[in-house]
């Protein structure tokens, strides 16, 4: 901080220093930025056009769309899983569920469908319509194709005919057999790996695949954080699993879900761009190796 003062010389008798005004750190900064500070306890008026400045607060308001820019995507809205759960939840899957053990979904892969915004959900409850549509994971005789691992809540599952009723919480699941693929693609990758290459690059998803209908009723009793993985997206998994394994794998094989939903093998490194849409928990099979 320093005084401005001016030599005064008017008048009769000796010159004198006569105080103007304050200099201040921000008055600094202003001259070298060029630009005037505001802060909410500046009450001064502008010094070129001689008005008041409005209130902060108005300044905000009328500018409120500048900050569209921090605004979160989509996807980064979705439902956040701690690393912490994240490893947990890889490591439940691949020991106790049949389906994604290593021998047939790899570990990398398996982790980058699990981060997938798809495949954490959430539903909140509403208690004030306890039975509403969106508390039902899974209705019976409603076909379903889609593998559910409840992850935080709790669920009340209904089964049989009489109607049985009991509670289950987190690391509980259900849908396992939605995921199960018939014909050449549910076959193990010791027997994959024996295949020529031409069957390999052929191996399709059966046309006449039948929906899975579950014989239980699944429905939320408090909020709940679980994992949807649809039977496409454990198959996009599979095979890149099998790419992965082999060890005549190309260096830059993608993997593409066409709209026939038969899976292929695309040698083309032009696929980039249409990748992500159909495989997007992870780039290209290359970063899973």
Request: hydrophobic residues 35%.
């Amino acid at each position: 901080m320093a005084i401005v003062q001016k030599v005064n010389n008017e008048g009769e008798g000796d010159p004198f220093y006569e105080a103007m005004g304050l200099v201040t750190l921000e008055d600094v900064i202003e001259e070298i930025i060029k630009s005037e500070i505001m802060d909410e306890s500046d009450d001064y008026r502008e010094n070129k056009l001689k008005k008041k400045p409005p209130p902060l607060g108005t300044l905000m308001d009328r500018k409120k769309e500048d900050f569209s820019l921090f605004k979160v995507s989509d996807n980064e809205s979705k439902v956040k899983i701690s690393p912490q759960l994240l490893l947990a939840t890889q490591r439940f899957l691949s020991r106790e569920v049949d389906l994604f053990s290593p021998a047939r979904i790899s570990e990398k892969v398996l982790l980058h469908l699990l981060k997938h915004p798809s495949v954490n959900q959430e539903v909140k409850f509403d208690d004030s319509n306890r039975l509403s549509p969106e508390h039902y994971l899974y209705q019976r005789n409603q076909p379903v194709n889609y593998f559910i691992l409840i992850l935080q809540g709790r669920v009340e599952v209904e089964i049989g005919k009489e109607g049985l009723k009991f509670e289950n919480g987190a690391f509980t699941y259900y849908g396992v057999s939605a995921l199960t693929a018939p014909s050449s693609v549910h076959q193990s990758p010791v027997s994959t790996l024996r295949m020529n290459r031409r069957e390999q690059l052929e191996c399709t998803e059966t046309p006449n695949y039948t929906a899975y209908c579950p014989d239980y009723t699944v429905r939320a009793l408090t909020d709940i954080q679980f994992i949807k993985v649809t039977r496409l997206q454990y198959l996009n998994a599979l095979m890149a699993s099998r790419i992965q394994n082999s060890p005549q794998s190309p260096e830059n094989i993608e993997l593409k879900v066409v709209p026939s939903s038969q899976t292929k093998l695309l040698n083309d490194k032009n696929a980039a761009a249409a990748f992500p849409l159909n495989l997007s928990f992870f780039a290209t099979i290359e970063n899973c190796i």
